[in-house]
């Protein structure tokens, strides 16, 4: 798996990246058909797939993130789920903010979701939902499940080293507190998994969690990062998380890279 992340010269400012294709144009949520945005950089990129029924809370927040890194992306809805041939990509995002209907499909094929993860690509599993629109306990790919909806704003970072929090933006406790809500629940955590992020206030419930799955991975995250748009930090991170990858930055390595941010 590879990404290749092109900053303007690591000075974190967003390169323009001409050629995008003319089927995307940032607003709609899902195509009638899937639709892909394939730069034209010349440069090896990571293929992601993104599922969702509608934009969370009406942000392109993931895909703009993906166009400023020119990685390539194709969006799917529930419809697609189960059935379309994700070979083809590394990391499959299942967007945050989508309705019962949409994650009691999401449940219903986790075991799809963990074949992928299982070949070494990685899922991020968004359970950050509007209060009814998720299942409290049901299945969900990873082995997580919701074990409660609640609003907490002050959050604890459990492993300040792990690569989501360093790469490509160094985040603190500080820059993930009082979100409003900074989480959307807690996630129960299978066996194996680890605990990334965890929920101060209200409860001491997972905040976002991450499990092996085969040579993939799957994390789970509760963070409504894309309410607060393609700027987030932490929405970044998450979206360019790929820990089987090799991020590149004008041809360093991954070490190089988080030396960079540490």
Not at 115 to 144: D, K, N, Q, R
């Amino acid at each position: 798996m590879r990404y290749v992340i092109v900053f303007a010269v690591l000075l974190m400012a967003t390169a323009a990246f001409a050629g995008t294709s003319t089927e995307w144009d940032g607003q709609r949520a899902i195509p009638s058909t899937p639709y892909s945005y394939v730069p034209d950089s010349g440069l090896a990129l990571t293929n992601v797939a993104i599922f969702r029924d509608n934009l969370p809370w009406g942000s392109t927040a993931d895909d703009d993130i993906l166009v400023a890194n020119a990685i390539a992306f194709t969006v799917y809805g529930s419809g697609d789920i189960g059935s379309v041939d994700l070979s083809p990509f590394d990391k499959v995002i299942i967007s945050n903010q989508q309705a019962m209907a949409f994650n009691n499909i999401v449940s219903a094929n986790a075991g799809w979701f963990d074949t992928f993860a299982s070949g070494g690509g990685v899922v991020l599993l968004g359970m950050a939902h509007y209060f009814g629109e998720i299942g409290i306990g049901s299945p969900m790919p990873g082995g997580f499940s919701m074990a409660a909806e609640d609003c907490n704003n002050v959050v604890t970072i459990m492993d300040t080293g792990h690569e989501v929090f360093n790469v490509p933006n160094a985040i603190t406790d500080g820059d993930i507190q009082g979100w409003n809500c900074s989480t959307h629940g807690d996630i129960n955590v299978p066996g194996g998994g680890m605990i990334l992020l965890q929920n101060a206030d209200l409860t001491l419930g997972a905040g976002v969690a991450e499990v092996a799955v085969g040579a993939g991975r799957v994390i789970a995250s509760a963070q409504p990062y894309q309410f607060l748009g393609s700027g987030s930090a932490m929405g970044q991170n998450l979206v360019l998380y790929d820990p089987q990858g090799v991020i590149a930055v004008e041809n360093q390595t991954l070490s190089d890279v988080k030396a960079l941010y540490r």
